[in-house]
């Protein structure tokens, strides 16, 4: 692995895992990251391989830090009780211990939404910011991150909030995922996000927003036209946010933060 790492970088998603050695002074990749789709039967022991493929490639040395952003909330020392986008055998698993035990190192395991939000705090747009931050990640549903005065609070799924006059899950209708299959425009899908992100200010008064996933990227063709009163700005990381985060949360649990 390239000098310039201190960390290694993994994030599980339903379509691909990717990963790459992180430079935690700069915030971002120390090599370009390495992609494998995630395995179309995407139990515990197949995905776990394929993250020790990832490390075997770069080389990663066993004292380099190394963290994992998992699509589910994750609670150490507890066994999974919730899985949405791999296979259903996750669930009763102790997730840092498959990983561990696979990758034949200690390994910190950190919700993926959580994780992309810590790497924005910490690296993007929410760098310097006081008080209370909602990350979230708009993609096939939409992740959230709590973080308050820098300190993450962890494994919220306001994604899930019940919007009103039977809008029901907010991710089933208001998601990128969504806005892509009803074939809505920017303004038509910024008047559902209006909703999802007015009730959470509604609800939990923050100081910021920050809109990331991969969406984040043509952030002008829909951010303007959220109407709510609390700032709102396009995650500066985007699709690296996950790998970025995971290394460095497994450095804050390394170094006992």
């Given at each position: 692995m390239i000098e310039t790492a201190q960390a290694f970088g993994?994030?599980?998603?339903?379509?691909?895992?990717?990963?790459?050695?992180?430079?935690?002074?700069?915030?971002?990749?120390?090599?370009?990251?390495?992609?494998?789709?995630?395995?179309?039967?995407?139990?515990?022991?197949?995905?776990?391989?394929?993250?020790?493929?990832?490390?075997?490639?770069?080389?990663?040395?066993?004292?380099?830090?190394?963290?994992?952003?998992?699509p589910a909330p994750i609670k150490p020392g507890r066994k999974l009780d919730f899985m949405a986008n791999l296979d259903q055998s996750w669930i009763g698993v102790d997730v840092?211990?498959?990983?561990?035990?696979?990758?034949?190192?200690?390994?910190?395991?950190?919700?993926?939404?959580?994780?992309?939000?810590?790497?924005?705090?910490?690296?993007?747009?929410?760098?310097?910011?006081d008080g209370f931050v909602i990350a979230t990640t708009l993609g096939t549903g939409i992740g959230t991150a709590l973080i308050y005065d820098g300190v993450l609070i962890p494994n919220s799924e306001l994604g899930h909030i019940e919007l009103p006059k039977g809008k029901g899950d907010a991710e089933k209708w208001a998601s990128s995922a969504v806005r892509e299959r009803e074939d809505l425009d920017y303004k038509k899908w910024a008047k559902r996000l209006t909703k999802y992100y007015g009730l959470l200010e509604t609800y939990l008064n923050p100081d910021l927003f920050v809109v990331g996933g991969g969406v984040s990227r043509v952030s002008e063709k829909f951010l303007p036209y959220i109407d709510i009163k609390t700032p709102i700005v396009p995650a500066t990381l985007r699709n690296a946010a996950g790998i970025v985060g995971a290394a460095y949360y497994a450095t804050t649990k390394r170094n006992g933060q």
């Open positions: 993994v994030d599980i998603g339903g379509s691909g895992i990717k990963a790459a050695p992180v430079d935690l002074e700069q915030g971002q990749f120390a090599e370009p990251r390495l992609k494998i789709l995630t395995p179309e039967v995407s139990t515990p022991d197949s995905v776990a391989q394929i993250v020790r493929q990832q490390l075997d490639h770069f080389e990663v040395p066993e004292d380099v830090p190394v963290g994992i952003a998992f840092t211990e498959v990983f561990s035990a696979a990758c034949g190192r200690p390994v910190t395991v950190v919700n993926d939404a959580d994780a992309a939000g810590l790497a924005e705090q910490q690296f993007g747009a929410a760098k310097g910011q």
